[in-house]
């Protein structure tokens, strides 16, 4: 049995990663989840560019990573949510006496289930800078371990074939 599980899971990548990045500048007013316009990889499909939304396809440990470039003069105020619950937060306002733009970022790692939903928040006030040969903007998930509940679920399904 521990044979034929090891070969039905040589047959399976197990990766879900995505690499999203904006090729324009953000100045929506806010109060809503961020988009993307393209991705680098999207392996498990589990990003949706047009809406934002991560859906995980794969319960388990991830990393999220979010970096933003602020536009000349304005603020920056975001969120990694999950399931609509704030996890972490990217701050940036003063430009007055030190510079006009910054990046800022925020990396996190937890746990998530099947069917979580994860997206990158912006609040009221929000602007970003981002061209089309100038990515700055990137959010980045990479599932780092599966749940025991996915190995299992594995296992079980190889034993049945």
Same mark, same amino acid.
Not at 120 to 133: I, K, N, S
Not at 146 to 150: C, M, T, V
């Given at each position: 049995?521990?044979n034929?599980?090891?070969?039905?899971?040589?047959?399976?990548?197990?990766?879900?990663?995505?690499?999203?990045?904006?090729t324009?500048?953000?100045d929506g007013?806010?109060?809503?989840?961020?988009t993307?316009?393209?991705?680098?990889?999207?392996?498990?499909g589990?990003l949706?560019t047009?809406?934002?939304?991560?859906?995980?396809?794969?319960?388990g440990?991830?990393?999220?990573?979010? $970096?933003i470039?602020? =536009?000349? #003069?304005?603020k +920056?105020?975001?969120? @990694?949510?999950?399931?609509?619950?704030?996890?972490?937060? %990217?701050f940036?306002q003063? $430009?007055k006496?030190? =510079?006009? #733009?910054?990046m +800022?970022g925020?990396n @996190?790692?937890?746990?998530v289930?099947?069917?979580?939903? %994860?997206v990158?928040?912006?609040?009221?006030?929000?602007?970003?800078?981002?061209?089309?040969?100038n990515?700055y903007?990137?959010w980045?998930?990479?599932l780092?371990k599966?749940?025991?509940?996915?190995v299992?679920?594995?296992?079980?399904?190889?034993e049945e074939?």
């Open positions: 049995q521990e034929a599980f090891l070969k039905s899971l040589s047959g399976k990548t197990l990766g879900v990663y995505f690499n999203a990045y904006r324009k500048a953000y007013g806010g109060e809503e989840n961020l993307f316009q393209g991705t680098y990889c999207n392996v498990g589990g949706d047009d809406t934002g939304i991560f859906t995980c396809p794969t319960g440990t991830y990393m999220f990573q979010f $970096h470039a602020t =536009h000349d #003069n304005k +920056a105020l975001l969120s @990694i949510r999950k399931n609509g619950e704030e996890i972490a937060s %990217i940036d003063n $430009h006496d030190n =510079h006009k #733009n910054s +800022a925020q @996190i790692i937890m746990d289930k099947r069917g979580d939903e %994860i990158v928040y912006a609040y009221t006030g929000t602007w970003l800078a981002d061209f089309p040969m990515h903007t990137h980045v998930g990479l780092l599966p749940s025991e509940e996915e299992e679920a594995l296992r079980k399904a190889s074939a």
